[in-house]
């Protein structure tokens, strides 16, 4: 069913943990539905917009990396490219401060 994809462990953990905070900010949104907030975005957003942006944000800097990963082998003299981890490491600490801050 799942052959059309390279499912690698850091795609697969990526993919549960956005399935896991789909289903956590669901809940917290049926306890206790969001207001609108200002932080450093330049709009309004809910818990719901933050998410939405912080995925988006997450998405681009994986999709990024692994465009790039080939030329910072070839910059930093590597054997091979970098791991896919330091991009998931990188992409999760951005989508929490979105949905902290943002």
Known sequence: MFEWMAW???VTVFFCCIGLMLAGMT???IKSPTVLRK?????ETTRGDRLFIGLLSAAYVNLAYVG??????QWFNLGEDPSIWFSFVFSMAL????LSKG
């Open 27 to 29: 809940a917290w949104e």
């Open 95 to 98: 989508l929490s401060l979105i």
């Open 8 to 10: 690698t462990t850091p």
């Open 68 to 73: 790039l990963s080939g030329r910072f082998a």
């Open 39 to 43: 932080g450093f975005l330049p709009m």
